[in-house]
């Protein structure tokens, strides 16, 4: 989740200093915490230094875990201060690459729509609809963005609805439906004087204002962790007394999905599984004073990598591998 602060209310300079600083020090968390950084540069205005910033991680000898949402925010920043034809062709260059990820499709697609490339802004967010929402009954809910954002540029263009587009209304959960909130004609409340007409716009962005805080509620997925087979036995060698926890890593994997399908039939939205390793989880116990044999330390853990960004969206799409390591597809593993 990226800073929506005004400027005039935060120092962003020294705050993207403070990130820099952080990132210094906790290297494993330095790509998440140097886009924070960025983020604020571009808030503050400097978006020179936030182009730095982004190429400093792109240059990263040790590999970024999501380059192309790294390229596709450089691309965003650079045509914000002049650099259009540079950003351009990165966005070409995002869309070629074919991310499974959807943050990339969308900071380059709103890239697209904010500058009025509204025909491209549609062919991408196409693109990676039919990319990623391979089973359209139940899109995840990182791909709603795409969804929503197709849709309104769809609107603003005029043309009829499709079937993504009614997907979008079933998923759209505000009170004001989503051909209200993206229709072109919507009369601005600053330049009516017609009460019904400012009414009506306080009401659609009611709606609006609800529909971003609950997003901004749920930031990072509810995750769920998970113990890859040679980091749990270290793990149980080192604090025997988690052997309550998981008695076996058969199970462990089996207690993971049962979970997650529990979450989601209890309509659990935005759900993740992340990977703990054993000197990750001690550091971790060390910053709380706590000891790592200490069980009820474990669901805290799962939720710090998921703030950290370390959450892998659950379920997998269709045809992806599955979420346990074993390089088999999901649905002939743990999701059959």
């Not at 849709?151 to 051909?179: F, Q, Y």
């Amino acid at each position: 989740m990226r800073p929506d602060t005004p400027a005039e209310n935060v120092d962003h300079t020294a705050e993207a200093a403070r990130l820099e600083r952080t990132a210094g020090l906790y290297p494993e968390d330095a790509e998440a915490l140097l886009l924070q950084a960025a983020a604020h540069l571009e808030l503050a205005g400097d978006r020179p230094a936030a182009t730095a910033l982004y190429d400093r991680l792109l240059s990263s000898p040790d590999g970024l875990e999501n380059p192309h949402l790294v390229r596709a925010l450089k691309a965003s920043n650079l045509w914000e201060y002049g650099h259009e034809a540079e950003a351009r062709a990165i966005i070409e260059g995002v869309r070629a690459a074919s991310p499974r990820d959807p943050a990339p499709w969308v900071i380059v697609a709103e890239s697209l729509e904010s500058h009025d490339e509204l025909e491209a802004a549609q062919q991408t967010f196409t693109e990676a609809v039919r990319l990623l929402l391979a089973d359209p009954s139940e899109p995840p809910y990182a791909t709603h963005p795409l969804l929503f954002g197709r849709h309104r540029v769809r609107r603003m263009l005029g043309v009829g609805h499709d079937d993504w587009d009614v997907l979008a209304d079933t998923l759209h959960s505000s009170p004001v439906s989503l051909d209200e909130l993206h229709d072109p004609k919507r009369v601005w409340s600053l330049g009516s004087d017609n009460p019904a007409e400012l009414e009506a716009e306080i009401s659609r962005l009611r709606a609006e204002l609800g529909t971003y805080r609950e997003a901004l509620s749920r930031p990072f997925p509810v995750a769920v962790l998970h113990w890859p087979k040679e980091e749990l036995a270290e793990l149980l060698t080192a604090y025997p007394s988690l052997a309550t926890e998981y008695p076996s890593h058969e199970e462990h994997l089996t207690t993971i999905e049962r979970s997650l399908r529990e979450l989601a039939t209890s309509g659990t939205p935005n759900l993740g599984i992340v990977t703990g390793t054993v000197p990750s989880y001690e550091a971790f116990a060390a910053s709380e004073g706590t000891s790592p044999g200490d069980v009820s330390l474990l669901p805290q853990y799962a939720t710090t990598l998921a703030a950290r960004g370390r959450a892998v969206v659950w379920p997998p799409q269709r045809g992806a591998v599955c979420w346990c390591g074993s390089g088999r597809g999901y649905g002939g593993c743990h999701g059959g």
